[in-house]
Each structure stands twice: as structure tokens, then as C-alpha cells.
């Protein structure tokens, strides 16, 4: 019987259970002059390339954020025309005055209703004003000439957002 050995770079491991030879490791490892070329290449390359990479998703994400703000403007546009063809209708016209300006057509009588407003409409009451005078805990005068002073010799900028739309909703056209 033929007693196989394991060659130097896979030596055995030691009898403890969580030890690795490490020196033995690193010693069957063998880099020619080409691998340490073609190495240092894709190192340079990954240099190159990364900030790169970071400036292209950059201008991908304004030219999206720019994208969706020209959505946002044609589709305000479009309610705003159609909001101004409504204005071209004589019969609309007449309807908004009747119900905005209650006008009414000659020998007509109109009759307004007061309150028709369901119970969880109306407004609250209000409390009556204290007659008693009450002392700020702090001097007003104090707190102004501290804000004013913090503001002015803060050092913070805030980059402007022109063209990126914001996050707030546009009212809805109403009909």
C-alpha cells in the first residue's frame, strides 16, 4: 500500500479544532509576474471606474427627479386649459355666478339657507378670553435678540432645488 502525502500548500490541520495554519496557507500561494500585473490593473480599474459610476447614478436620479417635474408641469398645464375652456362656456359661467356670487335672473326669488351644515361641520364654540393676565416664564426680548444672533452667524447652506418638483401634493382641479 502506497502512503499518500498532502502536498506543502494543503497541510493538514493541527489537532485543535479551530486552528489554521496560516503561514502554511500563505506559503502555497505563488503570484508570477503576470497575476501581480493583471492584479494591480483591476485595482486600478476599480479606482477609475467607481467615481464614475457614482457620477452616472447621479445624473440618472436629477434626470429623473427633472423628468418627473416636466410631468407634473404638462399635467397642470393640461387642467389649467381645461379649466380655461370650462371659462369659455356661457352656461358655466352663469352657474358659477349663481353659486358663487348668487346672482340671479330677473323675477327670480332665491332663497338662502343658514346652517344646513350637518352637526360634525359646525364650527366649534369658542372659550371665552381670560381676564386674567398671564406671565411668560422667559424675557421675549431675550429669546428675539438670541434667534436673530443664531441665525446670522449660522453656518449651514441650503442647496437650491430649482426644477426638482416637491414632495407636497397639488389641489386637485375641481369641477
Known sequence: MVKKTAPPSRAPRSAGRGQIDVRGWLGGIR?????????S????AAFVLVPTIGTYVNQRQQIAALEAAVQLSQEE???????RDRWSDAAYITTQARERLYYVKP???????????????????????SKTLEVTPTDWMAQLVSSVTEAGLAQTVVAPTIGIPDDAPTPAPTE
Open 77 to 83: 398645464v393640461a387642467a389649467l386649459e381645461q379649466e
Open 41 to 44: 490593473l483591476v485595482v486600478l
Open 31 to 39: 503570484l508570477s509576474g503576470f497575476m501581480v500585473i493583471m492584479l
Open 107 to 129: 323675477g327670480e326669488v332665491v332663497y338662502l339657507v343658514d346652517n344646513d351644515l350637518p352637526p360634525e361641520d359646525l364650527p366649534v364654540e369658542q372659550r371665552e378670553v
